[in-house]
């Protein structure tokens, strides 16, 4: 069975940074897509950042501030947080296409929340 654990968030002021973390564990035999995903209270859940082997992607809100990593061996990634806003504030759920011993899917951890007070 595959888990998703994120941890990092918290509450902070604008302006600071976090780092959110999200290790992949379980039977895996590989790992495609990594991302980040954020769900506000009353809105849809929005993308906020992915990373392939060959590149990454932001959401608008977030570029020049958000920055994603993954590192490969150790099945994780990372969002680096900085210049953060109060509409920042969210649940940021981590999210992994991966390969078990079944077909790929999707997975998602649990959400961590990050809050911005002005």
């Known amino acids: 069975q595959v888990q998703l654990v994120e941890s990092g968030g918290g509450l902070v002021q604008a302006g600071e940074s976090l780092r959110l973390s999200c290790a992949a564990s379980?039977?895996?035999?590989?790992?495609?897509?990594m991302g980040w995903y954020r769900q506000a209270p009353g809105k849809q859940r929005e993308l906020v950042a992915t990373?392939?082997?060959?590149?990454?992607n932001y959401a608008d809100s977030v570029k020049g501030r958000f920055t994603i990593s993954r590192v490969h061996n150790k099945n994780t990634v990372y969002l680096q947080m900085n210049s953060l806003k109060p509409e920042d504030t969210a649940v940021y759920y981590c999210?992994?296409?991966?390969?078990?011993?079944?077909?790929?899917?999707?997975?998602w951890g649990q959400g961590t929340q990050v809050t911005v007070s002005s």
């Open positions: 999210n992994a296409e991966i390969r078990t011993n079944g077909p790929r899917r999707d997975y």
């Open positions: 379980g039977t895996i035999f590989y790992i495609n897509d």
């Open positions: 990373i392939t082997s060959r590149s990454t």
